[in-house]
C-alpha cells in the first residue's frame, strides 16, 4: 500500500511539472519569453498533481480490488495530467455561460457537460488507440486541450473567432491521428513523440504569427537621415506628486532621472479624464474625449461599465506615423485596452496585450476563483513587458524604417502588489500602506523602464530615439482627505481609485520627454501642458503637420532656445469624462480650478491651488464673481468641441470582464 501511495504521489508530481513545464514551453514559443515563477506557482502545480494522482489512485484500487498497482508511474501521471484539465474547462465554460445566460445554474448545468463530453473525449480516444497504449489517450486529451488554450490566449485572442474554431477543429483531427498511430507503441516513445508533436503545431503558428509586418514605402534616405524612433511609455494610474516624490528623494528616482539625461520635465500636465479610455484616446488622437467618442457608455448599468470605442472618423498617432514610414508596436498590459472593445489598435502594425498570471492554466483558473494562492498579479508586470521589448527590438534589427513603440505598464495600478529588491525608502517611512504599496510600486516602475533604455541602448537605438514618459491618470487615497461625490455601495464616500473626481490627485500627471540625444541639462516646465498637446507635440519633432484641433505643441521647449523666447503656453485646460457617478466638468488654470456638475448633482467647486494645493476648501460660495468667470469661460470652452456623434458599446466577453473586474472597473 505504502509502495502504491509513493507512485501515485510521485506520478501527480510529475504531471504537476509537466503541466507547468508544457506551459511555459508554450509561452515561449508565442509570446518569445519565459514567464518567472513564483513559489505558489509551483506548489499550487505539485499539491494540485499529488492530490489528483491520489484520488485517481484510491479509486482504482477500490474499483480493482488492489489490482491498480500495477499500473505504471507514466499511466499515473498521463491520467493526472488529463484530469488537471478538468476544472480548466469547467471552469471557462461556466463563467462564460452564466455570464451570457445571466443564471448561475445555466452555467453550471452547461459546465458540468463539458466535462463529461471532456472524459468522453478521453474515452475515444482510448478506443481509437484499441487499448494498445493505455498512456496515450489521455495524454493526447490532455495536450490537445493545452495546445488549443495557448492558441486561444496568445495567438488568436478569442475562442470565438473563425480562425481559432478552425484551429481547434484541426486539433482534434491531429489528435485522432495521433491517438491511431500509437496503437501497440511503447509509452515513452508515445510521450514523446505526442509532445514533440503538439509543440511543433504550436510553434508553426507562433512562427506564422511572428511574421514580419507588411513593409510600406520608405524614402531612399539612409539610417543616417531617417527620423528618430519614438518610444511612449504610459505607467498606468501614476499620479504627478508621487511621481516627483520619488524621482526626487529614492534610489531608483534618481538613477531613472540619470539614465534619462537632458530631458524636459512638464511640472503642470494635466489628464483630460480621471480614467484610461478617454485619456489614452486624447493621446492617441489629440481630441478631447467628447471628440474621439473612446468613454463609458452613458447607458451603462450600475457595477458595469459598458465601453464606447474610438470613433472611426479620427485619424490616430499610429496611423499618421505609419503612413509616415514608422513600424508601429504596441505592448499593453492592461486589459481594459482591448483591441476589439476599443479600436485604439488602429494604426499598429503589431498590437500585444500580455496576458496576465491570474488565467494561467491548468489549475489557477479554479484556485483564483476560490481565492486559494491569492495574491498574484492581475496583470503582467514590467519586467514582462521589457523582455517583450527586447525581443521585438531583436526581430525589427537596425532597419532603415524608424520605430514608434507604445509601452503601457500597469504597476501603480490597482490591485498593488509588493515589491523585492528596492532601495531602502527612508522617505516613506511612516506612510499608511496602501500608500507605501504605490510609492514602491512606482519605484519598481521606473526601475523598469531605466532597464528598458538600457535595452535600447543594447539595441543601438537609444542615440536616436525619442523618449516620451508619462500617465494616462492620477489615483486617490483615504489618505488624501478630499471629498468624493461618487459612493460606494455602503454609503460611505470613494476614497480610493480613480474614474469619479477631477481632482489634482486623479488629473496631474508625469510628463517627461527626451529628445534624440538630449538636452544640455534637465529642464523643468511650469507651463500648463494637456494629455492633446502630446500628439502635436510629436508631430512638431518629427517634422509632420499637426492635428487641426485644440491643441498646443511642446515642441518649443524641447530645444536649447526657449529660455530667451518661451513658446506658445496655455492659460488654462479643461477636462471631463468621469467613469463613474454624475457628470463633470473642470475648467484649470496654473492657480485655479473649478469643478461643474452640469447635470446639478452638487454645487459647484472653486479650489485656489496656491494655497490650498490639496482641494480640501471649497471656495466657490466667497468667489462667486470669479466662479462666474470661469463657469463662462468653461462652457465656451466645453461647446467649441467637435462633439462624436456616438457609437455603440461593443459586448465584453466572459474572460475580458473578469480581468476588467479584478483591475476593480466592473464589480
Avoid at 511572428?210 to 531617417?226: D, F
Avoid at 485619424?315 to 483591441?339: F, K, S
Avoid at 509632420?544 to 491643441?551: Q, V
Wanted: aromatic share 6%; net charge neutral.
Amino acid at each position: 500500500m505504502l509502495a502504491w501511495i509513493a507512485c501515485c504521489v510521485a506520478g501527480g508530481l510529475a504531471a504537476g511539472l509537466v503541466a507547468l513545464g508544457l506551459l511555459e514551453a508554450l509561452n515561449l514559443l508565442t509570446v518569445e519569453y519565459w514567464d518567472p515563477l513564483t513559489a505558489s506557482y509551483v506548489w499550487a502545480y505539485l499539491v494540485a498533481g499529488a492530490l489528483v494522482a491520489l484520488t485517481i489512485g484510491t479509486l482504482g484500487i477500490r474499483a480493482r480490488g488492489g489490482t491498480a498497482a500495477r499500473a505504471s508511474l507514466l499511466r499515473i501521471s498521463a491520467v493526472t495530467l488529463a484530469v488537471l484539465y478538468a476544472p480548466l474547462v469547467y471552469d471557462r465554460v461556466y463563467d462564460s455561460l452564466r455570464y451570457r445566460s445571466g443564471s448561475t445554474l445555466v452555467g453550471i448545468a452547461a459546465a458540468s457537460a463539458v466535462v463529461g463530453v471532456y472524459a468522453l473525449w478521453v474515452a475515444v480516444l482510448r478506443r481509437v488507440a484499441r487499448g494498445g497504449a493505455v498512456v496515450a489517450p489521455p495524454l493526447i486529451a490532455a495536450l490537445t486541450v493545452a495546445v488549443a488554450i495557448v492558441l486561444d490566449r496568445n495567438v488568436f485572442g478569442s475562442t470565438f473567432k473563425p480562425v481559432a474554431i478552425a484551429s481547434n477543429t484541426a486539433l482534434v483531427l491531429v489528435a485522432l491521428a495521433a491517438a491511431t498511430a500509437t496503437r501497440a507503441t511503447r509509452p515513452v516513445r508515445i510521450a514523446t513523440a505526442v509532445g514533440l508533436l503538439f509543440i511543433g503545431l504550436v510553434g508553426g503558428v507562433a512562427l506564422a504569427k511572428r511574421s514580419p509586418p507588411p513593409q510600406l514605402p520608405v524614402s531612399s534616405a539612409g539610417p543616417a537621415n531617417r527620423k528618430p524612433d519614438v518610444v511612449l511609455v504610459v505607467i498606468d494610474a501614476l499620479r504627478a506628486d508621487v511621481f516627483d516624490a520619488v524621482v526626487r528623494d529614492t534610489e531608483e528616482g534618481r538613477a531613472f532621472r540619470r539614465a534619462l539625461g537632458g530631458a524636459v520635465w512638464f511640472k503642470q500636465a494635466i489628464a483630460v479624464a480621471p480614467w484610461t479610455l478617454p485619456a489614452i484616446g486624447s493621446i492617441m488622437t489629440g481630441r478631447y474625449p467628447a471628440e474621439h467618442g473612446m468613454d463609458r457608455d452613458p447607458a451603462s448599468p450600475s457595477g458595469l461599465l459598458w465601453l464606447l470605442p474610438l470613433a472611426d472618423s479620427v485619424p490616430t498617432l499610429a496611423e499618421r506615423l505609419q503612413r509616415a514610414g514608422y513600424v508601429t508596436e504596441a505592448i499593453g498590459t492592461n486589459h481594459i485596452l482591448n483591441a476589439r472593445l476599443t479600436r485604439i489598435d488602429r494604426g499598429f502594425m503589431r498590437y500585444e496585450i500580455l496576458q496576465d498570471d491570474v488565467w494561467r492554466f491548468p489549475v489557477f483558473s479554479l484556485t483564483d476563483s476560490l481565492g486559494l494562492f491569492s495574491g498574484e498579479s492581475a496583470y503582467k508586470d514590467a519586467g514582462s513587458v521589457r523582455r517583450r521589448l527586447r525581443g521585438r527590438l531583436k526581430d525589427l534589427g537596425h532597419s532603415e524604417r524608424p520605430l514608434f513603440m507604445w509601452i503601457h505598464l500597469m504597476e501603480t495600478h490597482a490591485p498593488l502588489q509588493p515589491h523585492d529588491g528596492l532601495s531602502r525608502d527612508s522617505a516613506g517611512v511612516g506612510l499608511a500602506e496602501l500608500d507605501h504599496l504605490y510609492r514602491d510600486a512606482a519605484r519598481y516602475a521606473l526601475v523598469e523602464v531605466t532597464r528598458m533604455v538600457e535595452v535600447l541602448k543594447e539595441q543601438g537605438r537609444w542615440s536616436n530615439t525619442l523618449l516620451v514618459v508619462t500617465s494616462d491618470h492620477g489615483e486617490m487615497f483615504p489618505s488624501d482627505g478630499q471629498h468624493a461625490s461618487v459612493l460606494y455601495p455602503d454609503g460611505t464616500p470613494r476614497a480610493y481609485g480613480h474614474g469619479h473626481a477631477l481632482y489634482d490627485t486623479l488629473l496631474r500627471i508625469p510628463l517627461v520627454i527626451r529628445p534624440p540625444g538630449g538636452l544640455p541639462a534637465d529642464r523643468d516646465v511650469m507651463a500648463l501642458a494637456n494629455q492633446v498637446d502630446l500628439h502635436a507635440t510629436l508631430c512638431g519633432l518629427l517634422g509632420l503637420e499637426p492635428p487641426h484641433t485644440d491643441s498646443v505643441s511642446l515642441a518649443g521647449w524641447l530645444t536649447t532656445g526657449v529660455a530667451v523666447d518661451p513658446p506658445p503656453q496655455r492659460a488654462a485646460t479643461i477636462a471631463g469624462a468621469p467613469a463613474y457617478g454624475p457628470d463633470q466638468h473642470m475648467l484649470r488654470t496654473t492657480g485655479e480650478k473649478l469643478i461643474q456638475y452640469p447635470g446639478g448633482e452638487h454645487p459647484p467647486e472653486f479650489y485656489n491651488l496656491d494655497s490650498d494645493p490639496g482641494e480640501k476648501r471649497n471656495i466657490a460660495e466667497k468667489q462667486a464673481d470669479r466662479v462666474a468667470q470661469s463657469m463662462s469661460q468653461l462652457s465656451e470652452r466645453w461647446s467649441a468641441l467637435s462633439v462624436h456623434s456616438g457609437s455603440r458599446h461593443e459586448p465584453v466577453d466572459s474572460a475580458t470582464r473578469e480581468r476588467l473586474r479584478a483591475l476593480g472597473y466592473t464589480q
